[in-house]
């Protein structure tokens, strides 16, 4: 069965310092790779995916996130943390060979301190 | 400004009753969907769409209704509704690619008592 783990309900960084909000997944075949953000009382936004090519991929915001396919992985990354960056993120994923069906994690909530 | 529309934003109701949750889209996409979010569940899809009148069921149908009818307006319509069907619901829209990223609602907060 498909599916989208992200193993850490909360991450807590320290702003200025590199934060990483990991993600793994099981499709078969080669996925489409998408994070998003949530905002307290708004729907999700859109930060980056992952169709192709470079493992790297470079969002909004400054964020940014490393394919893996060996490992499965879709991790997300920013260099330097912002306390604005505290909100819930979602890794999410498609299947390119089946319906339009995405799949999300569970969610993993970014707190940053000041 | 490109958006998608959800109303209500919030509405407590009682089992039985029947409501529906309108979701509009001013972007002329293909794709629709709707999403309930559930604490530790993440977001599970209901039912999505793919053009007028082409609808399909996602991971959590059961209890649920939609209907496709203008490409522009995807509602979710709760026939005979349950507690357990209290939850914060998303609308969302994309272009018919796969490998678009989907523009989401603000939510509604749907309390059945």
């Known amino acids: 069965a498909q599916s989208v783990a992200q193993p850490e309900d909360q991450v807590n960084v320290a702003e200025g310092n590199p934060l990483t909000v990991k993600c793994t997944y099981s499709?078969?075949?080669?996925?489409?790779l998408f994070w998003y953000v949530q905002y307290p009382n708004r729907g999700l936004q859109f930060l980056l995916k992952y169709i192709t090519g470079d493992n790297l991929v470079k969002g909004s915001y400054g964020f940014e996130a490393e394919f893996n396919k060996s490992q499965t992985s879709f991790h997300l990354k920013k260099p330097s943390a912002l306390v604005s960056d505290s909100a819930l993120y979602f890794c999410a994923v498609r299947d390119r060979d089946s319906s339009y069906k995405l799949i999300f994690g569970s969610g993993t909530r970014l707190l940053v301190r000041p | 400004e490109a958006q998608v529309t959800q109303n209500p934003r919030y509405l407590i109701t009682v089992t039985g009753k029947k409501l529906t949750v309108t979701c509009s889209q001013n972007m002329n996409h293909e794709y629709m969907s709707w999403y309930r979010q559930d604490p530790g569940l993440g977001l599970r899809q209901i039912y999505y769409?793919?053009?007028?009148?082409?609808?399909d069921k996602g991971d959590v149908p059961e209890g649920y209704k939609v209907s496709r009818k203008e490409k522009r307006n995807f509602p979710l319509i709760l026939e005979s509704p349950s507690p357990n069907q209290t939850s914060l619901y998303f609308c969302?829209?994309?272009?018919?690619?796969?490998?678009?990223?989907?523009?989401f609602g603000d939510g509604t907060r749907l309390s059945i008592l």
């Open positions: 769409s793919m053009n007028v009148e082409v609808t």
């Open positions: 969302a829209s994309s272009r018919k690619d796969s490998n678009q990223p989907q523009h």
């Open positions: 499709v078969s075949g080669n996925p489409y």
